[in-house]
């Protein structure tokens, strides 16, 4: 590829994500606009260390440095695979509601993040057609919290299974940084948040499932566990994975799935934290927990959970307020704990306004609770998730209260009408997120049709999020502004952070004209 000896320079001088990202056609004119994000939660490093699986057997002693216990290492990814193509093309992708968009590696891309991964042959699919947005933008490029990618938009006909197929508007990567690409255990990204995360019109697929009728009821779940039956169901939910009843939350926002809690609760008792209500962000994508950095600071500070883990057996069920109603968590599920220390575990993350501030419920909370994400009436639904082993016994009543009730017995699971006709189940393999497998994955895909009918329509990238690896905190750029999540005009964003290495600048290239 020829480049100018301006371009040239700029590469070799630039240490920045925009030096990574000149891409140039061997004319040296740029082909189409590009569009610029930062994604918020995706491949941000963690150090939390996910330790124990809910049904990990435990001697309970007073000081668990004594403790004989079995470690069983929480999965921090979950993957399934979809098709992309005429004739199919097969694709390991995780299901993200943080995200809004498609992206594949595409067989242009020959660097180390794409190596070890599958790629999108578009001379392969007689259905392939480039494509640009409504404006003019034909290519992407994108930061995540860990690495970049940058590509061309096409269309081609995507499947669920057997049964869901549409065709789709994404991103076919010719670029992905080695890291953290050559490690991840899937291939590439499904956003399922609303449309102001995509790339633009007809980017969403969410909305385009809808608007082709390829989303029976108007409802997508995922059921997650630390076994090998993770599910995410396209169509409804099964009613066999629940243990209560539904508690339906409204989306407050449309842009991730975005509910507010009244509260946080101890043992089912307010603590008046949210003194004007807060804000939770429902995210597939992240394997955290994570809330403003006061409210964190101060649940800490009340938990005031031991280091040698002595009192770790009085720690409290932290709950979550939701009108009457408390989703709650155990202390295995917001205390970091191994043989011999224990710690708190939410991170501290600030978004301002006017996303924020707000919770962030990853993979802990997601694991406890069935999660049914329902498009067509803008709102989220929460189910005690029925596990096998000592988490399946527990009452769900205790992780499901009525404010002002002693714990009773939870109302019951809906016996029907869960799964919509046409729905497609698919099988969740699940792992680390640098490629270790937790359970006997395979690139096989599992899917269960249900009989077909048609459902009804509707509509919504996102935050920049800083390593944590030596603080263990995650902090937002202070200027996350609303129009950062649509198309700039030309010019540039700066958010600046704690750290100056993760300076992220945000700009949109136009092609001379």
Not at 108 to 116: E, L, S
Not at 118 to 147: D, L, Q, W
Not at 321 to 339: A, C, E, F, T, W
Not at 412 to 417: M, N
Request: aromatic share 8%.
């Amino acid at each position: 590829m020829k480049i100018s000896v301006v371009a040239s320079t700029l590469l070799l001088l630039a240490g920045s994500a925009d030096a990574w990202f000149l891409r140039r056609r061997s004319d040296g004119m740029v082909s189409t606009k590009v569009a610029r994000r930062h994604e918020a939660w995706l491949f941000t490093r963690q150090t939390l260390r996910h330790r124990k699986n809910h049904g990990a057997s435990r001697h309970k002693t007073k000081n668990a440095k004594n403790a004989a216990q079995t470690q069983i290492v929480h999965k921090t990814a979950y993957w399934g695979t979809m098709t992309l193509g005429t004739p199919p093309q097969p694709f390991k992708v995780i299901f993200d509601t943080g995200s809004g968009n498609l992206i594949i590696p595409s067989s242009q891309c020959t660097g180390g993040g794409c190596k070890p991964h599958r790629k999108y042959e578009k001379n392969a699919s007689s259905t392939a057609v480039p494509v640009t947005n409504e404006k003019g933008e034909g290519s992407s490029e994108i930061t995540f919290g860990t690495g970049q990618i940058s590509g061309d938009f096409f269309k081609d006909k995507m499947c669920l299974g057997q049964g869901i197929c549409t065709d789709v508007n994404f991103i076919a990567a010719d670029r992905e940084s080695t890291e953290p690409f050559d490690l991840i255990p899937f291939d590439g990204i499904m956003g399922l948040g609303f449309s102001d995360l995509s790339m633009g019109q007809g980017f969403n697929i969410v909305d385009d499932l809808q608007a082709a009728g390829a989303l029976p009821g108007g409802q997508f779940s995922f059921y997650l566990t630390d076994g090998g039956d993770s599910e995410l169901t396209f169509g409804g939910y099964k009613a066999e994975n629940l243990a209560s009843d539904v508690v339906w939350s409204k989306v407050q926002r449309e842009s991730w799935w975005q509910v507010a809690m009244d509260d946080i609760t101890f043992n089912n008792q307010p603590q008046h934290l949210c003194q004007n209500g807060c804000q939770v962000a429902v995210d597939t994508g992240t394997s955290m927990l994570a809330g403003p950095s006061d409210l964190v600071d101060k649940l800490n500070q009340m938990v005031n959970v031991r280091d040698d883990c002595s009192n770790f057996q009085n720690l409290p069920n932290i709950g979550f307020q939701m009108g009457n109603q408390v989703l709650n968590l155990k202390p295995d599920d917001y205390i970091d704990r191994d043989s011999s220390s224990c710690s708190f575990s939410l991170m501290a993350l600030d978004v301002p306004p006017p996303k924020g501030p707000v919770f962030i419920f990853g993979d802990p909370f997601l694991r406890r609770f069935v999660t049914i994400f329902d498009r067509k009436n803008s709102r989220v639904g929460f189910a005690v998730a029925k596990h096998s082993g000592e988490a399946g016994q527990q009452d769900p009543g205790e992780l499901i209260a009525t404010i002002g009730k002693p714990v009773a017995k939870a109302e019951s699971p809906p016996k029907a009408g869960g799964v919509q006709p046409g729905a497609v189940e698919l099988h969740l393999d699940g792992g680390m997120m640098d490629g270790a497998p937790e359970d006997d994955s395979s690139d096989s895909v599992s899917t269960t049709t249900a009989p077909q009918t048609a459902a009804p329509s509707t509509t919504a990238q996102t935050a920049s999020a800083v390593d944590p690896q030596s603080s263990g905190y995650v902090n937002l750029a202070s200027s996350f502004a609303d129009d950062f999540f649509g198309h700039q005009p030309l010019g540039m964003l700066q958010k600046s952070t704690n750290d100056e290495k993760h300076l992220v600048s945000v700009k949109l290239h136009r092609s001379p004209k």
